[in-house]
């Protein structure tokens, strides 16, 4: 398995063991909007006992939200740290519906080429799709595991994720004389995540942007619970990424531009996604 994946197990398994819930406020909100949004159609798929594949649970926060509104449905869980499947499962048993459930430790991108076509009538994903690293394929693969008129619905973020941070460290680079380097995930426009799903067969596909917007006491407060959640990864080089100038300036940038009543501003591009199968 690529070192990527590698470091992307350790940062999950890391945040399911401390303080993931209690840090990921932008993440429930998205998974309440996502299961708020299959009302109506879902209802429709349940009648004859519904099946759903749930891509990157994590801790179970759309897990929960999915049996508790369609107690007819069976849910196959996937999560890439076992960390993760071990905090769903606990939270599942809470409210004893574990034999609804099976978790799997599994990276979707190897499993859904594997796994038996026409299974599921929904796919569902909650702030996972981003880390992908051929989505397009893996959009075909999951294609193919859905039954004719299936539903793939996720929530991912758009570029305009912490556009704060990304402009207090451009300016801190100018500032030092350097070429700006990229912190954090490349996220992809809506726009592309159509064409995508386009070109993998699904049809009536439906989106929806927003942008929300957290407060954190300061900057290093903010960064300790983008940490927190496991999505600390940079594109940067790391050749003097360390130095201190660097991130002081950054953050002195960042408090100068973005500051805000109790703290400082941190934008998040919330995107979500629904695409019917042929």
């Given amino acids: 398995m690529d070192t990527r994946i590698n470091s992307i197990r350790r940062q999950f398994n890391r945040s399911a063991e401390g303080s993931y819930d209690s840090h990921a406020l932008v993440q429930r909100s998205m998974a309440g909007r996502l299961a708020k949004s299959l009302h109506g159609w879902m ?20 897990t929960e939200l999915l049996l508790n509104g369609w107690p007819c449905s069976s849910i196959t869980a996937l999560d890439i740290a076992p960390e993760m499947i071990e905090a769903a499962e606990q939270r599942v048993s809470s409210f004893g519906q574990s034999a609804r459930v099976r978790f799997l430790p599994a990276d979707v991108e190897t499993w859904a080429a594997e796994a038996p076509p026409a ?3 929904l796919i569902v994903s909650n702030a996972c799709f981003q880390w992908l690293r051929n989505p397009k394929e893996t959009l075909g693969f999951l294609r193919r595991l859905l039954r004719p008129g299936g ?4 929530t991912t973020f758009g570029p ?21 380097q990229r912190h954090g995930l490349s996220f992809q426009p809506s726009a592309q995540w159509q064409i995508m799903l386009r070109e993998a067969g699904f049809r009536s596909i439906h989106f929806d942007r927003s942008i929300e917007q957290e407060r954190h006491a300061s900057v290093r407060d903010f960064l300790l619970s983008v940490k927190a959640v496991g999505a600390s990864t940079s594109e940067a080089a790391s050749r003097g990424l360390g130095s201190r100038r660097l991130f002081a300036e950054m953050f002195k940038k960042y408090e100068d531009k973005f500051s805000i009543p109790g703290g400082v501003a941190a934008s998040y591009e919330v995107i979500l996604i629904q695409a019917i199968s042929d």
Avoid: K, Q, V, W
Wanted: with cysteine.
């Fill in 119 to 121: 299974s599921f009538n």
């Fill in 160 to 180: 305009d994720t912490f556009s704060e941070l990304h402009e207090s460290f451009a300016e801190a680079y100018r500032a030092g004389g350097m070429e700006p």
């Fill in 151 to 154: 539903m793939l619905a996720f």
């Fill in 43 to 62: 209802d429709e798929s349940e009648a004859d006992g519904g099946t759903i594949l749930e891509i990157g649970c994590g801790t179970g926060i759309l």
